[in-house]
């Protein structure tokens, strides 16, 4: 079996192949990180745009590194949720252009359980039931995950995602986009206790929600003094960037790993599987490491390269396929998250 698989969700147009034993074959990924720099986020519209003229040359180089010829495949596989509507409709016309050309099938994948799956894939083994961990630059979520396709929501963040706030700090001490590993070096050298910021939801133990819009604000007024909006001329130096940094950094890795935790002792599940961008920050995994060791627990988390947003992760495909879970050209965006919290 030989699975195209197409993912632009977000700002990265990526393609992969993938064989029927989760083996990768080729995969290419365009990242659009220097169209965004300037504006410290993604910009929708850039986005879509950026996707289009990417998206063809992406899966012929795909192709071509994978050895295989469109005939060759058995079917094409697309990311149509959730993430921007105008990405997505560039993968998924992409996907249902090719399905028609080569008269093959057309398989859905939600982009959240790809970033689970990439746990599985570098795993190599069973990693189900399992609690999944989904922290990006869009979703900050524990599920419950029955199966690689059955994912029942615990939790999830109730304004920011963790990843948007790193790039949104990251702007305020002049470092620049993507935040998060701009972050993740300036914090090496600072010191986590300088700053003591607002963990928000942490102690809750009735819910497995996150918050991250009130630590922003407190860096904001921690920088520019209580109440004001902006910056004006204040300048940080280096230590005060670092120490920042480090701050925010603890504040926000005590938060996902503390609920991390807290939804494997309220399913009574034992493996916790991580994915998503933020996944990849240092800080975050090795305290996810200690705190899995000191409870039992077996951990996967992503492997940095399956990290942030790659076609490979849609591997979750081969489970489709198997599934016979395979979709009309009807098939639309869905952008939105579906909250079926359980
Ligand atoms: O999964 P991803 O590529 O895209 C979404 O689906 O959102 O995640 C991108 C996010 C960005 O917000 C970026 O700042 C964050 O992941 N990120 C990190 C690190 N690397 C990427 N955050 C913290 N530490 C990192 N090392
Ligand atoms: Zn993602």
Same mark, same amino acid.
């Given at each position: 079996?030989?699975? @195209?698989?197409?993912e ?64 060759? @495949? ?29 008269? @093959? ?84 050298t600072?010191?986590?206790?300088a ?27 921690t ?29 926000v ?22 994915g998503?961008?933020?996944?990849a ?62």
């Amino acid at each position: 079996m030989r699975i @195209l698989t197409i993912e632009t969700t977000c700002d990265e147009t990526a393609a992969a192949v993938i064989g029927d034993n989760l083996e990768v074959l080729g995969s290419v990924v365009a990242s659009q990180d220097e169209l965004h720099h300037m504006y410290g986020g993604v910009v929708p519209e850039i986005a879509s745009r950026a996707h289009l003229e990417r998206i063809l040359p992406v899966i012929d180089e795909t192709l071509r590194r994978s050895g295989v010829a469109l005939a060759d @495949l058995d079917a094409v596989a697309v990311a149509n949720t959730p993430g921007l509507a105008g990405s997505l409709l560039v993968g998924l016309v992409a996907a249902k252009a090719l399905c028609v050309a080569a008269d @093959l099938p057309l398989i859905a994948i939600n982009h959240l359980q790809a970033h689970v799956y990439a746990c599985r894939i570098s795993a190599g083994c069973e990693v189900f039931p399992c609690v999944g961990m989904i922290v990006s630059g869009g979703h900050s979520s524990l599920y419950r995950c029955r199966t690689a396709l059955e994912f029942d929501l615990l939790g999830s963040t109730i304004d920011d995602a963790a990843g948007e706030a790193f790039d949104k700090v990251a702007s305020m001490l002049g470092l620049p986009y993507p935040g998060g590993p701009a972050i993740q070096k300036a914090a090496e050298t600072g010191n986590p206790k300088a700053y003591r910021f607002p963990r928000s939801l942490l102690g809750d133990r009735e819910v497995l929600d996150f918050s991250f819009s009130g630590l922003k604000t407190a860096v904001r007024y921690t920088i520019a003094g209580p109440g004001k909006p902006d910056f004006g001329n204040i300048h940080l130096n280096e230590t005060q960037v670092a120490d920042l940094a480090a701050s925010f950094q603890e504040a926000v890795v005590d938060c996902l790993v503390g609920k991390a935790m807290l939804a494997l002792e309220k399913t009574g599940l034992n493996t916790l599987c991580v994915g998503g961008g933020v996944a990849a920050n240092s800080r975050f995994r090795t305290r996810l490491g200690e705190e899995a060791e000191r409870y039992g627990v077996a951990l996967h988390a992503a492997p940095l390269h399956l990290c942030t947003d790659n076609a490979v992760m849609g591997a979750i495909a081969v489970e489709r396929f198997r599934a016979g879970c395979f979709e009309s050209l009807d098939l639309d965006v869905l952008p939105g998250l579906v909250r079926n919290k359980g």
